[in-house]
């Protein structure tokens, strides 16, 4: 009988651990997530290998913001495996235009302390359709991103890049420049 008592304490103390454990994990996943960055097109401020927490949370409360850094699901077209992750360029129903080493917002140029060089490519103006997004990559000459010809629906929004955790050399809080 005292073993009976005994396993039955035991069960119960792994049943209420683990019911602690899915009160924790199972609103922290819904909120928060880990992403490696595949690629270099976030560069200087991102490197390919980092580690980064995104906010799943944010733009269910809020709209993105120019200047957000944003994880997404590339679009179909792209065949990726991977989440991407550029800069917040271009709102719904703005005019975006790329000249002169320049980008431009309803033809004003945007001031941009973060990318790593000019873009050295033209792109006509493009009206960014309702729900969705334009978005470039801080390594501008060498990133896959809507200066190709697409943008990002909101249904393919992660979350918004809050900060780098791997490595620790690496570990910063990642820059967001409202505009």
């Known amino acids: 009988m005292l073993e009976y008592r005994t396993a039955l304490k035991v069960l119960r103390e792994i049943l209420i651990t683990a019911l602690i454990a899915l009160a924790i994990f199972v609103p922290l996943k819904a909120t928060v997530q880990g992403y490696e960055v595949q690629y270099s097109c976030m560069l200087p401020n991102i490197q390919d ?51 002169d080493g320049l980008v431009y917002i309803n033809g004003v140029p945007l001031d941009e302390p973060y990318t790593r060089e000019a873009p050295r490519y033209t792109t006509a103006e493009k009206v960014i359709p309702d729900g969705e997004f334009y978005v470039l990559g801080d390594n501008r000459n060498s990133a896959n991103d809507s200066h190709n010809g697409w943008t990002v629906p909101e249904e393919n929004v992660i979350g918004k890049a809050r900060l780098t955790y791997w490595p620790p050399s690496r570990w910063a809080v990642i820059g967001h420049f409202s505009q």
């Open 49 to 99: 290998g980092d580690w980064i927490i995104v906010d799943k949370l944010v733009y269910k409360v809020s709209e993105p913001e120019r200047g957000d850094t944003m994880v997404f699901q590339p679009p179909e077209s792209l065949n990726s495996e991977y989440p991407f992750i550029k800069r917040v360029i271009g709102l719904p129903g703005e005019t975006v235009e790329v000249k």
